[in-house]
């Protein structure tokens, strides 16, 4: 790759996203600048590694980066425990207001960053992206990803920079680690059983990692700001996933009784802004089946 291609600077490049993003960034021309506490463990030789702790943003290299792409997060295991609450805040929200802001001064004049879907405020129609924002009882970390839009858009009023948040849906595909789709997809793989707790009424909209990656590469070649929904615009309950994974592996389907009543989750997106740039997530029952 040319040392004249774009220079991007990416946190997260190790998580889940982060690694379906990386060989499609290079592959759409960009060379990569990996920020965070160590080098990722399978960088590319042609990568390269600055510092970053987002517990204390200081001094970050971001010369000759036209970009930034900011995916890393502190997701707590307990989302209900209050002492999460402080390093959720510094780390997704303070963290992202330092970074945004050491980006600017450096003179990085893209900056996406990727936030939850799963904040918006409970409401019977898909939210678009002028629904409001208000995760309620959903924890601590989904109130620091609303606090880091916050942060990240009044940082960016008034400059030369165009600002793109990701609003992600439940990004499923190979290489999940953890998540009720991805042990449930394992147990089908290896023949069953799909354990089912309660009635399977909590839903979600799910999206394909590799359509998340697609909107991101779509979204760094146009000039269009603000947020966007990444999702499928389909709500898929936990029994529906049971039933599909079933009828494609031939797994038995186990129901589980007992424990609390089931939360509802989460509604459909309304993907239409996205759908406007060309965007076309794939069906679940696809997706399910891609295994690299």
């Avoid at 879907?117 to 609303?146: C, I, T």
């Avoid at 439940?170 to 997809?185: F, H, T, W």
């Avoid at 060309?278 to 891609?290: C, K, V």
Wanted: proline fraction near 7%.
């Amino acid at each position: 790759m040319s040392d004249r291609a774009p220079l991007l600077a990416l946190t997260g490049g190790s998580g889940f996203v982060g690694r379906a993003f990386l060989p499609a960034a290079r592959r759409a021309g960009w060379r990569v600048r990996h920020l965070g506490r160590r080098p990722p463990p399978e960088a590319h030789p042609a990568d390269e590694w600055a510092f970053l702790d987002l517990m204390a943003v200081e001094g970050v290299d971001f010369s000759g980066c036209t970009a930034l792409v900011h995916l890393a997060a502190h997701i707590p295991s307990d989302h209900g425990d209050p002492a999460e609450a402080e390093r959720c805040w510094r780390i997704n929200a303070l963290g992202t207001l330092k970074l945004a802001d050491g980006a600017i001064r450096a003179g990085v004049r893209r900056i996406m960053q990727a936030s939850s879907a799963n904040a918006y405020a409970p409401a019977p129609q898909p939210p678009d992206e002028h629904a409001p924002l208000f995760p309620g009882s959903r924890g601590y970390y989904l109130g620091s990803k609303v606090g880091q839009e916050i942060y990240a858009a009044e940082r960016c009023r008034g400059e030369d920079v165009l600002l793109q948040t990701l609003r992600l849906a439940s990004v499923y595909g190979p290489g999940q680690r953890s998540g009720a789709l991805a042990a449930m997809a394992g147990a089908a793989a290896s023949g069953g059983p799909i354990r089912l707790h309660g009635g399977g009424g909590f839903g979600a909209d799910l999206v394909h990692v590799d359509d998340v990656v697609r909107a991101m590469l779509l979204l760094l070649g146009n000039e269009e700001a603000g947020p966007f929904n990444v999702g499928s615009g389909v709500r898929t309950t936990m029994a529906e996933l049971a039933q599909l994974l079933s009828r494609q592996t031939g797994a038995p389907v186990v129901h589980e009784a007992g424990g609390r009543e089931q939360d509802w989750g989460f509604p459909a997106l309304d993907i239409d802004r996205l759908r406007a740039l060309g965007y076309r997530p794939m069906r679940l029952a696809d997706g399910l089946l891609r295994k690299v």
